[in-house]
T-cell receptor
Framework: DGGITQSPKYLFRKEGQNVTLSCEQN?????MYWYRQDPGQGLRLIYY???????QKGDIAEGYSVSREKKESFPLTVTSAQKNPTAFYLC??????????????FGPGTRLTVT | GESVGLHLPTLSVQEGDNSIINCAYS??????FIWYKQESGKGPQFIID?????DKRQGQRVTVLLNKTVKHLSLQIAATQPGDSAVYFC???????????????FGQGTILTVHP
């Protein structure tokens, strides 16, 4: 089955620790995205990558880092510099087509709790 | 700074009724719009999309209407079922710097509750 996987589903960390969230896709999509979702709010873009070895900051990149060494993988590191890291994190991917569609396919999400 | 939790708009309907969820978008240059459905604890799922050169598009039990004059998007769900209960997000796409990849900007979301 093609799709996007995120692991783990639930993640608990102590304050001051860096933590890396996994995102893998087998859809052969060029672009990948990381969003943060807080209760009662929409999705906010953290980072996105249009191609391997390239990525851009989104609207709330401070305290986060990413890498894109492989087309299939786009891990997100939540660093200790992120002041309020507890949230639901969603990874997405999209493809470049001749029709220039921008539908993003989402993974199931990782709920991070930092205490 | 700290984000403050907001109360999402809510819509409660009876099973079998038609539902209309509204969305105001921000960028007049946006050329593509999507509606997503998100169930609790899950990632958003694609429902339907529409390009800016259209004003209406129909899917299975769903219709999206686009009014570019007032920058308004709506999602109509026919014969709403309890399984339709979820948060619904609209998203708009616009090109940044000429790239062929757009960035989706998501609305706040609307909670739809369907009562049996």
């Amino acid at each position: 089955d093609g799709g996007i996987t995120q692991s783990p589903k639930y993640l608990f960390r102590k304050e001051g620790q860096n933590v890396t969230l996994s995102c893998e896709q087998n859809l052969n999509h060029d672009a990948m995205y990381w969003y943060r979702q807080d209760p009662g709010q929409g999705l906010r873009l953290i980072y996105y990558s249009q191609i391997v070895n390239d990525f851009q900051k989104g609207d709330i990149a401070e305290g986060y880092s990413v890498s894109r060494e492989k087309k299939e993988s786009f891990p997100l590191t939540v660093t200790s510099a992120q002041k309020n890291p507890t949230a639901f994190y969603l990874c997405a991917s999209s493809t470049r087509t001749s029709g220039r569609t921008y539908e993003q396919y989402f993974g199931p999400g990782t709920r991070l709790t930092v205490t | 700074g700290e984000s403050v939790g907001l109360h999402l708009p809510t819509l409660s309907v009876q099973e079998g009724d038609n539902s209309i969820i509204n969305c105001a978008y921000s960028n007049s240059a946006s050329d593509y719009f999507i509606w997503y459905k998100q169930e609790s604890g899950k990632g958003p799922q694609f429902i339907i999309d529409i390009r800016s050169n259209m004003d209406k598009r129909q899917g299975q039990r769903v219709t999206v209407l686009l009014n570019k004059t007032v920058k308004h998007l709506s999602l109509q769900i026919a014969a709403t079922q309890p399984g339709d209960s979820a948060v619904y997000f609209c998203a708009e796409n616009w090109h940044a710097g000429g790239t062929s990849y757009g960035k989706l900007t998501f609305g706040q979301g609307t909670i739809l509750t369907v009562h049996p």
